[in-house]
DNA sequence: ATAACCCGTTGAAACGTTTCCATATTCATG
DNA sequence: CATGAATATGGAAACGTTTCAACGGGTTAT
């Protein structure tokens, strides 16, 4: 494997020349280029990437730490990621931590031996200030601390449009459905956001959840419907797409017909096509401008720029399905 | 940042014996082990990976290459590749090609300069030899040529189970659907299996394909329904999940119902809930054993281990649905 | 003619590890 | 007690790049 010293030599010119040339820095005489060039091409030189990231110091590498991959919502986003990184000559790490706490640690820790450039972190717990000497990162959809900066869909207007949509599809009194873990913070907006609507318009509404993540699906769903004050609920605002298609399917054993006994809301917008019934009616998170958004943030905070905001809300949409 | 050489200062030892200390190589007594890791503590010291990367010549990085990671399928795949990486003490770097040829080989040419370990590669075109110098490949779900391992199910089989469940559900004359890219040779085995299965059994059967892509879903469609000879089938083999919703999507359309006017049966096993309708009968691919075998497979290359053979098949199951 | 300057270029130093050879120490053996 | 073997440690070299001080030669200004 021919290094910079060997194109030097047969180029019959310094090495520091040959790492101008190819990182085209200060001026080279056309001439002195042309010979390197063929040199370069004559010895079938690639310059070698991590002896540059060492000498550097730095890597052009960015890591992903999210759940889990293969929820359709994060593998979404990570194509836009992945996408966004490259145009910019940027790598991706992808790490899974299964939202466990103690793999996330281990993943800071690993990524700040790899010294990668900087870090979209999509966890379950707050983030430390002190594992991260000088790492930069950004946090999406999950508020981490005003340290870190985070992108994120109107968590509250997207609470406010699935009330009104609730209540202008018929629903008379309405429930939130949410299931959370307890740090993750900005999605009680979204909560907020229906309460606001809710009362705003005069309507009934229930909010049930569940916090802990102790309860399986099944418990949640008993003891939903076996509550005498959710009888009459006739419009269901789930707090992500999944918890919505549950819904459905449980109601569906109670004997509740959607939509016709209860129109039902999700959150996030994971179905891309219309070939699975049924088609949920859902707040459609801005998946690919919150990628974008989110790299082009750490790319600046990378690059040493300095970030105004720390909560970046990117707009949602009402997409009508089949379930309003 | 503290380098190895401040903490041989100060533990008063030698560079060396802080390198034996933390790789554990060669014996070291006790009293010095402990005043290297006592020193290590002080200063909060973290071994640079790139610099190890450097001088070691190799890095524990895969890479990944897919079409893209927002398909399910492959985004189950990525999920469990990393999962096995990371019990091994690698990296996972995700490079999503869109299936084009010429960014695949830009993916290839920037791995080779960024001396990864080693690549799983799920391409649309075959590998020339003279792209990767040594860096060990695996590919998935497509034979790539000789030189190169692949891992896959076993297609075949899965193509004689599909027909002879369609048969078993009533079918009289059965169709195989199938949108192939041209060079996906190992695909071509799901169709082998499908004729075999129903010739053997003396069943009417169909062919019916797209393999350049030229036509659209609709075109592909309508053709289907139009053409005369395709009136009568009453049981369907589409070579994936996504085609056999699409062709249950359209077969709707025509008044044709399913399972009660056709049998379908997919291939994949994307499907990893029961709550959106029709839940597909399918040939389930063992995603999480391939995925796995082709890492271990991958790691033994990387530590310089022969493989025997150049095909891993891994069986199959038959998953009941909705739609036989 | 000399000084001052500019431009293109050179090559050594440095980045943080691992490895290996040399040296120092310990220990067992005769 | 002398010798040799085994064990423990130190430190220089090397990995491939970038960068920077220094240099040479040509041009311009004085």
Redesign the interface.
């Given at each position: 494997?021919p290094s910079i010293k060997d194109v030097a030599n047969l180029a019959g010119v310094g090495v520091g020349t040959v790492s101008r040339v190819i990182n085209n820095h200060s001026s080279v005489t056309p001439e002195t280029q042309e010979k390197v060039r063929a040199a370069i091409k004559e010895l079938n030189y690639?310059?070698?990437?991590?002896?540059r990231?060492?000498k550097m110091?730095k890597?052009k590498?960015v890591a992903?730490l999210l759940p889990?991959?293969?929820?359709?919502f994060f593998?979404?986003l990570?194509?836009y990621i992945?996408?966004e990184l490259?145009r910019e000559g940027y790598?991706?790490?992808?790490?899974?931590s299964g939202g466990k706490p103690d793999k996330e640690l281990y993943y800071f820790?690993?990524l700040?031996?790899?010294?990668v450039a900087g870090i979209v972190g999509i966890t379950y717990n707050n983030i430390e200030d002190d594992i991260l000497?000088d790492i930069p990162i950004i946090s999406i959809d999950r508020h981490l601390g005003n340290t870190i900066t985070c992108v994120t869909s109107d968590n509250y207007t997207g609470g406010r449009i699935a009330a009104g949509k609730l209540i202008e599809a018929g629903a008379k009194k309405v429930a939130y459905l949410g299931i959370n873990s307890a740090v993750y913070s900005e999605v009680e907006l979204r909560k907020k956001g229906f309460i606001d609507e809710a009362e705003a318009q005069g309507v009934e509404y229930i909010i049930y959840e569940e916090l802990d993540e102790v309860y399986t699906d099944e418990r949640f769903f008993e003891d939903f419907f076996s509550l005498y004050e959710n009888r009459d609920v006739t419009g269901v605002f789930a707090n992500t797409d999944?918890l919505a298609?549950?819904y459905?399917?449980k109601a569906k054993q109670y004997g509740i017909r959607t939509p016709e006994d209860v129109k039902v809301i999700g959150y996030d917008g994971i179905?891309?096509?219309?070939?699975?019934?049924?088609i949920l009616s859902t707040i459609r998170q801005p998946v690919e401008e919150m990628a974008r958004m989110a790299i082009r943030l750490l790319l600046k905070k990378i690059n040493g720029g300095k970030i105004k905001q720390d909560i970046y809300r990117i707009p949602v949409m009402y997409r009508v399905g089949e379930t309003t």
């Open positions: 494997m690639v310059p070698n990437e991590v002896a990231n060492f110091q890597s590498m992903l889990s991959i293969w929820h359709p593998s979404e990570a194509y992945e996408d490259d790598k991706l790490i992808l790490c899974n820790d690993m700040n031996q790899n010294k000497t999944i298609a549950k459905i399917d179905q891309d096509n219309k070939l699975f019934h049924p």
